[in-house]
Every structure is written in C-alpha cells, then in structure tokens.
C-alpha cells in the first residue's frame, strides 16, 4: 500500500464550488504540506504543519484553507474554485528533525476549474 | 520568486550518455535536494547534500554542492531510457525553524533509446 494517498486523483468542477482534497500518510510523519504544480513550474508551496494544532501559511496561500484533522490527514479546501486554480496538487510528507528532511509525496490530484 | 533555477530546461540524450544538470539558488541553505518526477506523477527523493559536504554519490547519481557559487550539479551516469523524467533541485533554507522545501522549475531530462 501506498504511504502517503491523495483523494480524488482526479476532479472537474465549476467555478464557485467548494472543493476538498485529501490527504492521509502512514509513515506516521509529523510534517505535513500541500503544493500546485503548473505546467513547465517546479512546486509552490500551498500550506505546511508541523503538527495536529499547528498550520502555517506558504508561498501562495490565497484562495485555500486546510486542516489538520489527524496526525496522518491533512484536507485542502478551495472555498471558491477559480479556473487559476486548475493544477497538479500534492501532499507530501517528512520527519521531524533539525533542517528539512527528505520529503515523500503522494501520486498527486489532477484538478480542473472550469 | 524560486530559490533554485535548473539549468537547462531540457535535454535531451543516447542511452548510454551521462546527464548533467544544474541548479543555482539565492540563500543561504541547510541542505540542497534533488527530486525525480514522471509524467504526471508524484515526486521521488533522488538525494539530499548538506552545506558542508561537497559531493554525494548514490548508485549512478553523483551530486555536488559549491556553497561559494550558491550552485549544484547533478550527474547520472550511463543513462537508460528509463530515467526520462523531470529532475528537480529543492533548497532547504538555514536558520530558524526553516524546515520546508523551494522547488525550482526543473529539468526535463529524455533518454532515447
């Protein structure tokens, strides 16, 4: 089974609706985030935390909430979808230590704003 | 704006051959890592190089870091079709509680047969 899942894999949906993806790890990592992959971009950096009651804005959080329901969950949600908000999404996970540890992703959310 | 730029966009090589690609960056770093992506899929971990050392080897993957020159490399060696990919440089910053990533735009790496 695969460490860290991502629910949908793939979503369509409208401008104006409310969207929600999830994330779930079983590597039993504290460090959780969120990124969008653009087409020919490397990853921006959504929303981070470090740990159930911490959540920590990133490089382009406008337009997303999440929440940390779970050491292992961690849910973005779009309040509003935008069609600038169509991307490749991942979570991915890392362990605690001093600096930036390797981080594992999940196989990614292919969402689309129409 | 990115902390790591690749160097090139893309490349494209005979099975056979050795890639070099490259990464510069801004900032002081605690470490610099390097990720491989297929077509649409997620991210996998390659290797991770600390500011104080020099080079890495992993398998046919060697890396360098030259902190003077805010610059890595990354070279494959004996390349195989099957490494055709996306490559990306990640810099973990130094001080504070820095403990995430800054991806560059990455290289897209073809390995023909």
């Known amino acids: 089974d695969a460490d860290v899942t991502q629910t949908p894999r793939n979503r369509i949906t409208k401008t104006g609706k409310r969207i929600m993806l999830e994330c779930s790890q079983t590597?039993?990592?504290?460090?959780m985030y969120w990124y969008r992959q653009d087409p020919g971009l490397g990853l921006r950096l959504i929303y981070y935390s470090f740990d159930v009651k911490d959540i920590n804005k990133g490089e382009i959080s406008d337009g997303y909430s999440v929440s940390r329901q779970a050491q292992a969950k961690f849910s973005l949600s779009l309040e509003s979808a935008i069609p600038n908000q169509t991307a490749l999404y991942f979570c991915?996970?890392?362990?605690?230590?001093?600096?930036?540890?390797?981080?594992?992703f999940g196989p990614g959310t292919r969402l689309t704003v129409l | 704006s990115q902390q790591g730029e690749e160097d090139p966009q893309a490349l494209s090589i005979q099975e056979g051959e050795n890639a070099t690609m490259n990464c510069s960056y801004k900032?002081?770093?605690?470490?610099l890592q390097w990720y491989r992506q297929n077509s649409g899929r997620g991210l996998v971990h390659l290797i991770l190089i600390r500011s104080n050392e020099r080079e890495k080897h992993s398998g046919r993957l060697r890396v360098t870091l030259d902190t003077s020159k805010k610059s890595s490399s990354l070279l494959i060696t004996a390349s195989r079709a099957a490494d055709t990919a996306s490559y990306f440089c990640?810099?973990?910053?130094?001080?504070?509680?820095?403990?995430?990533?800054?991806f560059g735009k990455g290289t897209l790496l073809t390995v023909n047969p």
């Open positions: 991915a996970t890392s362990a605690p230590g001093q600096g930036v540890n390797e981080q594992f």
């Open positions: 900032t002081s770093i605690n470490n």
């Open positions: 990640a810099t973990g910053l130094s001080g504070g509680s820095n403990y995430k990533l800054t």
């Open positions: 590597k039993g990592h504290d460090r």
